[in-house]
């Protein structure tokens, strides 16, 4: 039984890469590391818990002609403090909130750039879709600037970002 269960499950695996192949449809892989980005390290703490409590602070993501940018842009936590980032986005396309550091978002975009179609549903990212919310729950474990940004090919450039300062 256990055989044909490896069996049945590596034939899954390759009916799904070729499907894919003979389509021409690739389907984002939430979690899966590109380009040397890994999604299971996190710089600014660690995912919280959704059944503890948490303070809850609203992010709008928003644009006007070509500028995009997140309300608010500044955020300040105390350390080992859980938030619940309510995520809502007023904009007309798809938008990212993706906590990190300001210089691997910096990397994270550029490398977006050659994977625009990538996805992003970790525990420190999400892919909001227009007029749509989503939620994140995050717990603040180390002291210090980390920064939240829009990391969709051209929304970084754009300065679609904000700063999460921890004390």
Same mark, same amino acid.
């Given at each position: 039984m256990r055989r044909s269960l490896i069996l049945t499950s590596a034939g899954a695996l390759l009916f799904g890469a070729a499907s894919s192949f003979l389509t021409g449809v690739i389907a984002p892989v939430p979690g899966? %590391?590109? /380009?040397g980005h890994d999604h299971g390290a996190f710089s600014a703490g660690e995912p919280g818990d959704p059944k503890k409590p948490a303070r809850?602070?609203?992010v709008r993501m928003r644009e006007e002609g070509n500028k995009k940018f997140f309300e608010p842009a500044r955020i300040e936590v105390r350390?080992?403090?859980?938030?619940?980032?309510?995520l809502q986005n007023d904009g007309g396309g798809p938008h990212e909130f993706v906590l990190a550091t300001a210089a691997?978002?910096?990397k994270? %975009?550029? /490398?977006?750039?050659?994977l625009p179609e990538m996805?992003?549903?970790d525990p420190n990212a999400k892919r909001v879709q227009a007029s749509t919310g989503a939620e994140l729950v995050w717990k603040f474990t180390k002291r210090g600037e980390f920064q939240f940004?829009?990391?969709?090919p051209g929304h970084y450039d754009a300065a679609m970002f904000g700063t999460?300062?921890?004390?």
């Amino acid at each position: 039984m256990r055989r044909s269960l490896i069996l049945t499950s590596a034939g899954a695996l390759l009916f799904g890469a070729a499907s894919s192949f003979l389509t021409g449809v690739i389907a984002p892989v939430p979690g899966l %590391a590109h /380009e040397g980005h890994d999604h299971g390290a996190f710089s600014a703490g660690e995912p919280g818990d959704p059944k503890k409590p948490a303070r809850v602070i609203k992010v709008r993501m928003r644009e006007e002609g070509n500028k995009k940018f997140f309300e608010p842009a500044r955020i300040e936590v105390r350390r080992g403090e859980q938030i619940r980032f309510a995520l809502q986005n007023d904009g007309g396309g798809p938008h990212e909130f993706v906590l990190a550091t300001a210089a691997e978002n910096r990397k994270h %975009a550029d /490398e977006m750039k050659k994977l625009p179609e990538m996805e992003h549903d970790d525990p420190n990212a999400k892919r909001v879709q227009a007029s749509t919310g989503a939620e994140l729950v995050w717990k603040f474990t180390k002291r210090g600037e980390f920064q939240f940004a829009c990391v969709i090919p051209g929304h970084y450039d754009a300065a679609m970002f904000g700063t999460i300062v921890v004390k």
